[in-house]
């Protein structure tokens, strides 16, 4: 797999579009293999062995799979927390208790995502969460993480920084996606680390 260099700093729409095409090409063994090493990882980092509630989510299509590490936490005793998204593209919450427990929901013309079914348990219930698992296309060496651009995230990590909270941040990640920049805005903050499925890599 090829490494991607950001380069003469292209904007954040170029670069969505090369770690996307690489994703595609991605087969289904890729993913199921990542999915397996990456929720090894997860699992033996020192922020996830030790807590209680992690709020996650559910991959989709070629994103680094998500359901190995979310049924292994389950099976911990670990309260999981997965995001719905709303009509103004902030998150609720919900706990995930299986796949059972998901409704796979189409928001317009965009992704259909997996969302918790049962209760809706409001944007704040982010906050309690000791680990916040997030989603993203590539994050840099100083810890700054390449978004798919709808915002929801930069939502949720002003409310935990207003919630003053402690929770640590890690995006899930394909080894290439791990680059040397990506340009960034006043707005973005920095995660804690990045798991890959060949390791864990910490900024701060």
Request: glycine letters at 8%.
């Given at each position: 797999m090829r490494h991607i260099d950001p380069g003469s700093e292209p904007d954040?729409?170029?670069?969505?579009?090369?770690?996307?095409?690489?994703?595609?090409?991605?087969?289904?063994?890729?993913?199921?293999?990542?999915?397996?090493?990456?929720?090894?990882r997860a699992l033996a980092s020192p922020e996830v062995a030790g807590a209680h509630t992690v709020a996650a989510y559910v991959s989709v299509g070629a994103e680094p799979g998500t359901l190995?590490?979310?049924?292994?936490?389950?099976?911990?005793?670990?309260?999981?927390?997965?995001?719905?998204?709303?009509?103004?593209?902030?998150?609720?919450?919900?706990?995930?208790?299986?796949?059972?427990?998901?409704?796979?929901?189409?928001?317009?013309?965009?992704?259909?995502?997996?969302?918790?079914?049962?209760?809706r348990l409001g944007p704040d219930a982010v906050t309690g969460a000791g680990v916040v698992l997030l989603p993203g296309l590539a994050v840099d060496a100083r810890g700054m993480r390449l978004g798919r651009g709808g915002g929801s995230y930069d939502r949720v990590l002003a409310r935990l920084e207003r919630a003053d909270t402690r929770s640590a941040l890690l995006v899930l990640l394909y080894d290439w996606e791990v680059v040397a920049h990506v340009p960034g805005e006043p707005h973005d903050r920095p995660v804690d680390a990045v798991v890959t499925p060949s390791g864990v890599r910490r900024f701060r």
């Open positions: 954040k729409r170029t670069l969505r579009r090369e770690f996307l095409a690489v994703r595609s090409r991605l087969t289904a063994d890729d993913v199921r293999e990542s999915a397996d090493a990456l929720a090894a190995t590490l979310l049924d292994a936490l389950r099976a911990r005793g670990v309260r999981v927390l997965l995001p719905a998204l709303l009509p103004d593209n902030d998150l609720d919450w919900g706990a995930y208790t299986g796949e059972e427990s998901l409704a796979h929901v189409r928001h317009g013309g965009r992704m259909a995502l997996w969302e918790p079914a049962g209760e």
